[in-house]
């Protein structure tokens, strides 16, 4: 699990990259945001001719202090990766360790 990064004209944003279950949104537990059809309708197409999706997935989640404060504990150290693109956008990516992963998790099942 990652704590991921977005910098921009003075503006930062995070946000916690980790694999997630198909049986999640298939179940409800989380859902997915409402796109036009004509969208949903292309990517799916897509997605049927590779086999398979290569984008990722952006979850959102209600905020929550414990989530909050371990992001804010893994962003002290120096970034495992980072980079700016040619948009004026610095991404910075840290890796969390196995204790602050299964934290992040139980926070996510209560």
């Known amino acids: 699990m990652y704590v991921y990064s977005q910098s921009m004209y003075g503006h930062k944003q995070y946000g ?18 409402i796109i036009q059809n004509d969208i949903e309708e292309d990517k799916a197409k897509i997605n049927k001719i590779q086999n398979t999706y290569f984008e990722p997935v952006i979850l959102a989640y209600n905020p929550d202090s414990n989530i ?25 990516l840290w ?16």
């Open 95 to 110: 890796k969390m360790t196995k204790e602050d992963s299964d934290a992040v998790v139980k926070h996510f099942e209560e």
């Open 68 to 92: 909050d404060k371990i992001i804010a504990d893994v962003i002290k150290s120096v970034p495992y990766s980072w980079f700016d693109t040619p948009d004026h956008v610095t991404h910075a």
């Open 16 to 33: 916690i990259m980790a694999l997630s279950s198909i049986e999640d949104y298939e179940n409800n537990t989380i859902r997915h945001e």
